[in-house]
């Protein structure tokens, strides 16, 4: 079951918002409604357990109208949100509060700290608006700020903080709350270019740790793309497109996302996995030499992966160095395999096998267990950077 389920949300306002669904539901435009705008139009998507949602847009697309509705700040005017099973539209206001208590955490993108109290009570905030006792919520604060990378700033006040840090401390007090879903709104885009990378590196790395659900609103692609186990793309208060960096990169929806993810940094998002071939046929290190000139020959190629009985990696034979093998009467083509060939992760990113793709061998793709998952090769990686066609939409 996912943790977040969004089931046809519409958020209308204005005047005869009910009737103004029903003219979206018909097929009227969102710009021909008289009367009312429609922010968030027929919306629908589940939020999987421990991954993070990025939801992407421009300004005016409906993504921080769609994360309100979310933890009920905003209600829907029609369709519903599920948070595990529960239906929060349709609990009371103070069921509401309760359920954001216990399941949701926001971080803001302006801090919302309060400037006269110190770090500390800023993360413990929340805490204390749930009467935990005092111990408690220091204990909890403290905690979080560690986790943050505050460890030892709890009594300065906010002023005394860079804009990185306070974001640090927006982040720590709703870490503080030890709530499951944490909901982020543009949380890091009034930090300077420097800092917003330490965020993300910051929010990837306690994701790793911590395992929370996130749902995490952005206008920058490139954030998207970095955060996102999946993006949603919206436009125009519908979402568009969802899937992972990849899906998106490689076959956009419509020709708008493809002119919109053109100038993205695909060595940066685009990882091993994506771009990597079948390993193809590989050679048993029980093989004899000439067994695998045969086999290199029938193939037409001039190297191949040997791997154990048990599918590991061994390295890789060259023809002429199975020939050279078989000229010393080699029972096998083990004295025949080299290391010289680089390896790496499925989600090693693109960006870090530039330089290995000019070496004479393929990269090698192995998953923990030295398994051969597949090669990539420098045609591979041109062919994945170069930018998908634009999506036709003429039928």
Known sequence: MP???AEKLYKVFGRRSQEAVRRLESGTPRDELDGATAAVVDASFEVRDGEIFVVMGLSGSGKSTLLRMLN???????GRVFVDDQDLTGLSKGEVRQLRSRRMSMVFQHFALFPHRTVLDNTAYGLRVQGVPRDERVRRAEEALRLVGLDGWGDRLPKQLSGGMRQRVGLARALAADTDILLMDE????????????MQDQLLQLQAELGKTIVFITHDLNEAMRLGDRVAMMRDG??????????????PADEHIARFVRDVDRTRVLTASSVMRPPGRTLATSSGPRASIHTMRTLEVTEMFAVDPDGGLVGIVTAADAVAAAARGANTVTSAVSNGFTEAGPDTPVSDLLAAAAEQHPIAVVDDRRRLLGVVTPAAILGALTPAQEVSTDA
């Open 238 to 251: 519908r979402i568009v497109q969802i899937g992972t960096a990849d899906e998106i990169l490689t076959t």
């Open 3 to 5: 943790t977040v389920r």
């Open 72 to 78: 009920g700040l905003l209600p829907a005017t029609a």
């Open 187 to 198: 949380a890091f885009s009034a930090l300077d270019p420097l800092i917003r990378k330490e």
